[in-house]
């Protein structure tokens, strides 16, 4: 059976009523279930903890120490808005975007940050700077703070590390210290051998003491007398054995060959 004309135009007003229905409840939620929270849609989030925004002295941007060493260094600013003042920083520092932090970080405080940092490392001699990194990032401070008074931002703390010296110093560093080290090993070895001398030394007067006293106090008949003594013990010993061998006048022994055979005759 073929289909009317009015058949078919009847059918196409149905279609395209449903469709018209179907959008409408599509669009409805916007208009309805939503209605007063649509606001949460333009939210820009502000993060009220700690950021921390590295600055590197680096290559080109190294900074010549006031003896003109070049000076290779990171510095670190630990930094936040204030939670009480968010809607200043919106209204005066923040730009719309992914990162607003950032992009007011970048527009208000880079550039003096850096200036700062660059400046009071200058005051210092290159090989100084490492034991006054300390003082040179509390100067920063103080003057970051100075900047941003008034304003949402918060300065926690500034940081300056990684402190890297030409080559060319550093192996003249490392040379010099370790030429240090041998010198101070030979002083040592110095001082003990003289320790060691003296020692030899008191040895020796302390021999040469004694012999005098001896040489003084150990007459012949003295001697003689201890070798009487001497020679008492051994014989009231059991167990002992005397050899008595003529001596000359300088106590070296007198040997002799006998002749048996002419015993006799003599």
């Known amino acids: 059976m073929y289909e009317s004309i009015y058949a078919r135009r009847l059918r196409r007003i149905r279609h395209e009523a449903s469709v018209h229905d179907a959008r409408s409840i599509l669009r409805t939620p916007n208009r309805t279930d939503f209605d007063g929270l649509g606001w949460m849609l333009e939210v820009t989030n502000i993060s009220v903890t700690p950021n921390t925004s590295t600055e590197e002295f680096v290559g080109p941007d190294a900074v010549l120490a006031k003896d003109n060493l070049r000076i290779e260094f990171r510095a670190h600013l630990l930094w936040k808005i204030d939670p009480e003042n968010v809607k200043t920083f919106v209204e005066k520092y923040g730009e719309t975007g992914e990162n607003p932090l950032g992009s007011a970080y970048k527009n208000f405080i880079k550039e003096p940050f850096r200036t700062y940092t660059r400046d009071e490392v200058q005051k210092y001699d290159g090989l100084d700077i490492k034991d006054n990194i300390d003082a040179v990032g509390s100067a920063v401070q103080s003057r970051i703070l100075k900047l941003t ?102 106590g070296v022994p007198i040997v002799g060959t006998m002749k048996m055979g002419q015993q006799g005759k003599e």
């Open 149 to 250: 008074r008034g304003t949402p931002f918060t300065i926690i703390s500034v940081v300056i590390g990684n402190i890297q010296y030409p080559q060319t110093v550093a192996d003249s560093v490392a040379n010099k210290l370790a030429a240090t080290q041998v010198l101070e090993q030979t002083t040592v070895e110095i001082q003990t051998a003289r320790a060691r001398a003296q020692i030899r030394e008191a040895e020796a007067d302390g021999i040469a003491k004694a012999m005098d006293t001896i040489n003084q106090k150990l007459t012949p008949l003295y001697v003689q007398y201890e070798a009487i003594q001497a020679q008492q013990k051994m014989v009231n010993s059991p167990n002992h054995t005397e050899v008595y061998i003529p001596v000359g006048p300088m």
